[in-house]
């Protein structure tokens, strides 16, 4: 727990953990009102498609200021705007939801927030710990990460049963159940995120250089990745494996439809892979592999996409868990691994710019992600599109161990080398 000595580091951390367990929450409140309202799989795709609209539309100018701005000030920016959007759907629901085009148009503007911050979180972790301490933060910050998005959905699925205005007077707090009450847990959690990023102390080196915005320089991260196949090939494998094998957008047809249970099935339907992801980071952190990163890497999509297949096949809940519990395990090596890689092998002068195209190619694993998952599931039914993006995240594997030798070699996690195989690339 090295990470840990830093204070600042122990805040960031901390405050993630109101962020995401906030998020997360909501997240399940939204999915279910979403199909409870429509009972369209495509409908459910579009709230991924409508949270990754706004990382496509801003990727260059979210990189650029968080290499030019300070990047805790972003992150409290994002966090204040995210706070408001949970405000709305708070709102939305007190006056009764019989449309799901306000939703995604609060949506949109998370993901506005969200593609602002994820450039500047990342490229900010550097800077909370030494060098030589830096894999074990990237280790316990998926911890952290993954621990969140545990309770985040088994907390949202608990309050989504509840009803707290049964215990106040008047009618007025009659919106205070279901959804609404997790969307006043995550205002809370937004608060929490807000008061302790605001208390981190840092001593910023001029985020990096004050360069004029220009087309030149907001591409630079582009033209640096597209140098490296290590770094195109990492974040790249990421992109495929995730969108096509991801089934978490579809999880609130299976809880309802498939395996016959309600929000709180559907809240440990998505905190399954989290749980696998946190013991397996645990896991690491005591136990830290020292070689073969690239091999671990291809190996671990592999065993993300059998696992799909698995769920996708299952009409048990707990085979369900299980499947989704090991292919957070194999998600959750696979990040450590991109994460060191993309941080490491990138300059800090360019890290906040590498991290929002790193950040586009997340998004539209997940985000995105959701859209396929929905437009498949429309056509071929929700089982049939899990089962086959399963398959497709191991044909991906196969061939992106192909096509990216160097990423196949890529040994030990030390800035030292694979700085070294950025230098190679160029």
Request: charged share 15%.
């Amino acid at each position: 727990m090295e990470a840990f000595a830093s204070r600042n580091f122990m805040l960031f951390q901390l405050a993630r953990v109101g962020a995401v367990v906030g998020s997360a929450a909501q997240s399940v409140a939204v999915a279910w009102q979403v199909y409870a309202v429509t009972h369209r799989a495509i409908d459910l795709g579009f709230t991924g498609l409508a949270q990754f609209l706004p990382g496509l539309i801003f990727l260059l100018p979210a990189g650029h200021a968080a290499d030019r701005f300070d990047r805790r000030k972003i992150i409290l920016l994002c966090y204040a705007v995210q706070a408001l959007c949970t405000v709305a759907l708070l709102e939305l629901t007190r006056r009764g939801l019989h449309s799901v085009l306000p939703i995604y148009g609060v949506l949109f503007f998370w993901g506005l927030a969200r593609s602002f911050s994820g450039p500047s979180n990342a490229a900010l972790i550097p800077k909370l710990v030494p060098e030589k301490d830096f894999v074990n933060a990237v280790t316990w910050g998926a911890t952290v990460f993954q621990s969140s998005t545990i309770l985040g959905p088994a907390v949202g699925g608990v309050l989504f049963s509840l009803s707290l205005h049964r215990l106040l007077p008047g009618s007025s707090f009659d919106f205070l159940e279901g959804a609404g009450i997790v969307y006043l847990f995550n205002l809370l959690m937004l608060g929490w995120a807000l008061v302790l990023i605001g208390r981190m102390r840092l001593r910023i080196e001029a985020p990096t250089q004050r360069r004029e915005l220009s087309l030149g320089v907001v591409l630079a991260g582009f033209r640096y990745m597209g140098r490296s196949p290590l770094l195109l090939g990492a974040a790249s494998l990421d992109l495929f494996a995730v969108l096509l094998g991801g089934a978490v957008a579809l999880t609130p047809i299976f809880a309802s439809e498939i395996l016959h249970t309600g929000p709180r099935g559907l809240g440990l339907l998505r905190s399954a892979p989290a749980a696998g992801a946190v013991v397996m980071s645990l896991v690491m952190a005591r136990f830290p592999f020292r070689r073969k990163a690239g091999i671990r890497l291809f190996v671990c999509v592999a065993i993300f996409g059998a696992a799909t297949v698995v769920f996708g096949l299952s009409h048990s809940l707990v085979l369900s868990l299980a499947a989704l519990f090991v292919a957070g395990m194999a998600d959750s090596i696979s990040v450590v691994i991109r994460g060191s890689i993309l941080q490491l092998a990138t300059p800090d002068e360019m890290r906040g710019r590498v991290s929002a195209v790193n950040s586009l190619f997340i998004g539209a694993s997940n985000e995105l992600g959701e859209f396929e998952s929905g437009l498949t599931a429309q056509w071929w039914g929700a089982v049939r599109a899990t089962v086959y993006g399963g398959i497709g995240a191991m044909v991906v594997a196969g061939s992106w161990a192909t096509l990216f030798p160097v990423l196949r070699k890529a040994d030990r996690l030390t800035a030292e080398e694979l700085k070294g195989f950025v230098r190679k690339d160029a």
